[in-house]
């Protein structure tokens, strides 16, 4: 799947510095923070517990029922919006410390893994151009989708949208 990802990226006619968010299995939050010279902000949208049903159930090898983390952020460098991210995690596979974390809202996923020591990789699902997507104010978005796996088990899944416009011109 990742050379499938990559050669999709490759064929994607966008910013390069946008490119390079999109194409990294590391911490987006540090490469925008790289990229724009600012700190970014994580603005919690939604956070709160819902029940696995069968297709989240399956995807973490969890029971139905059991509580995933759903969390929506928006990643923000002097005062303009980035990233869109939705994530799900179930409760019961994080460590506590990263349980804690997690509920306390604007921390960085990538932040949250990194102060706790936590090896985790990113296997890349979905990579595509949205039209006319108005979440950004711009016609076009990117969005990828990805697992963080820890210990051979789905800890989160993310689905990332970026606009796709001139503030990847940096």
């Given at each position: ?5 990559l ?18 299995d ?18 919690t949208?939604?956070?709160?517990l ?11 090898d ?5 509580d995933?983390n759903?969390?929506?952020?928006k ?12 994530s ?6 994080m460590?506590?410390e990263v ?9 960085p996923?990538?932040?949250?893994l990194?102060?706790h ?5 990113r ?5 595509e151009i949205?039209?006319n ?8 978005v990117?969005?990828r989708?990805y697992?963080?796996?820890h ?10 949208l970026?606009?796709v ?6």
């Open positions: 799947m990742i050379t499938e990802f050669d999709k990226l490759k064929t994607l006619d966008i910013p390069t510095c946008l490119r390079v968010c999109a194409g990294t590391g911490s987006i939050t540090f490469l925008l923070e790289i990229m724009t010279k600012m700190e970014v902000s994580v603005i949208q939604e956070q709160y819902i029940p696995a049903n069968k297709d989240t159930a399956s995807l973490f969890t029971n139905i029922g059991d995933i759903y969390r929506v952020v990643l923000v460098a002097g005062n303009k919006p980035y990233i869109y991210a939705r799900l995690s179930p409760i019961k596979r460590p506590l349980k804690q974390d997690m509920m306390r809202a604007d921390i996923i990538g932040k949250i990194r102060n020591d936590i090896e985790t990789r296997d890349f699902e979905n990579l949205i039209n997507y108005e979440f950004f104010d711009c016609n076009q990117l969005s989708s697992k963080i796996i210990h051979n088990h789905v800890l989160m899944w993310i689905n990332e970026f606009p416009d001139e503030r990847w011109y940096l």
